[in-house]
């Protein structure tokens, strides 16, 4: 009975390692392997390639934001449930990095409202007085076209339109930061 428990395990084990591997999150923000991996145009998201593109409307419907291709400024996506703890948790930090980096870098919170409601979110939006573009996958497509497989899950790209990190479930605020920091600077 041990003997196939521990079989079973292992078997489980090795089959997270191979998706984790095969599915390209990882956290490299070294920036020569970043811009040495921008070889392909492939829409994918992984880190050194480019984001997926898509238009949502704002929690209001009142305003369309896009991603894809060359901008401005760098953006950061914030894939988000109102129900979901680690959410709460580092929207703060979130409200911060916004109101420090503003000028700088595009940050869109996008709730994945398949998995919510559009009450939520808006009660979600004002307790934790969300200053940066509220947007709504209402279909879910955006977060699918993502592989979002996790709440909270982050996207930081490039002016290029390059994605420089993915992070996957709550991360501290001073590492997203640096990755901010570090995505500004190179561009």
Do not use: H
């Amino acid at each position: 009975m041990r003997k196939s428990t521990g079989i079973l395990i292992l078997t489980v084990v090795l089959i997270v390692l191979g998706v984790v591997n095969n599915s390209g999150i990882t956290g490299n923000t070294d920036s020569a392997s970043a811009q040495s991996a921008v070889v392909s145009t492939q829409e994918s998201p992984r880190v050194g390639y480019m984001a997926p593109s898509f238009k949502l409307s704002s929690l209001e419907g009142n305003d369309n934001y896009e991603v894809g291709g060359k901008r401005s400024k760098p953006v950061f996506i914030n894939f988000w449930a109102s129900w979901c703890g680690p959410c709460k948790a580092e929207a703060p930090d979130l409200v911060k990095l916004y109101a420090k980096y503003k000028q700088q870098l595009d940050m869109y919170s996008v709730n994945v409202t398949t998995n919510d409601s559009l009450a939520d979110a808006k009660g979600f939006v004002d307790e934790f007085s969300l200053i940066n573009p509220i947007l709504t996958d209402s279909k879910g497509e955006v977060f699918k076209k993502y592989n979002g497989i996790a709440f909270p899950t982050n996207i930081l790209i490039d002016r290029n339109g390059v994605v420089r990190e993915i992070f996957v479930g709550m991360r501290p605020a001073n590492e997203m930061e640096k990755a901010i920091k570090k995505v500004i600077e190179d561009q």
